[in-house]
């Protein structure tokens, strides 16, 4: 099974600075049709998970544009450029190029300093 | 607007049988291949099943097969899981998603004596 590691585990960030998140996988997420399936949730204190990117790298709608994924291979990051109050929740990595099954990260915590 | 709606959570025992529902609306329910994702209290996202969308293919992850049923209903918009032989660590709330994209609101199962 594709394992997903996020860091950091906890973020406390400053409101208006930016934020980074990594997540690494133990083998490359290109798949054999050239896509790499590589998608970020967000998950607010007490709300069901959301879609913020998919395919390492596009945006899903009414995802505000602070938001950005990049990476390849087996590197992704997950970007805010200016974090808001909003924001604060639990972030995962998830993977859909080799499943069964589906994995995520662990999550890494946002929070407010 | 899309809509997830969970339901069939509850409180049963260590052996116990439980259906879960999830009934859709606000998009071509029989296009859409549909997960159920879960989380265990205070831990992170675990992937749980997976339906195509005509229901001609399933997968499960390995702690839940012979275990669990995943089915679909494209009359009816709806979306089950079936669990038997319930185990203490089958505590969680259950989400069904559409694809990975739309998220339910989730269900609680709690598996005590």
């Known amino acids: 099974d594709v394992v997903l590691t996020q860091s950091p585990v906890s973020l406390p960030v400053t409101l208006g600075q930016p934020a980074s998140i990594s997540c690494r996988s133990n083998?490359?997420?290109?798949?054999?049709?050239?896509?790499?399936?590589l998608n970020w949730f967000q998950q607010r204190p007490g709300q069901s998970p959301r879609r913020l990117m998919y395919k390492v790298s596009n945006r899903d709608p009414r995802v505000p544009d602070r938001f950005s994924g990049s990476g390849s291979g087996t590197d992704f990051t997950l970007k805010i450029s200016r974090v808001e109050a909003e924001d604060v929740g639990i972030y995962y990595c998830m993977q859909g190029t080799h499943w069964p099954p589906l994995t995520f990260g662990g999550g890494t915590k946002v929070e407010i300093k | 607007e899309v809509q997830l709606v969970e339901s069939g959570g509850g409180l049963v025992q260590p052996g116990g049988s439980l259906t879960l529902s999830c009934a859709a609306s606000?998009?071509?329910?029989?296009?859409?291949?549909m997960n159920w994702v879960r989380q265990a209290p205070g831990k992170g996202l675990e992937w749980v099943s997976y339906i195509s969308s005509s229901g001609t293919t399933k997968s499960y992850t390995d702690s839940v097969k012979g275990r669990f049923t995943v089915s679909r209903d494209n009359v009816k918009n709806s979306l089950y899981l079936h669990m038997d032989s319930l185990r203490a660590e089958d505590t969680a709330i259950y989400y069904c998603?559409?694809?990975?994209?739309?998220w339910g609101q989730g269900t609680m199962v709690t598996v005590s004596s």
């Open positions: 998603a559409r694809s990975h994209s739309y």
């Open positions: 083998q490359s997420l290109v798949h054999s049709d050239g896509n790499t399936y």
């Open positions: 606000g998009f071509t329910f029989s296009n859409y291949e």
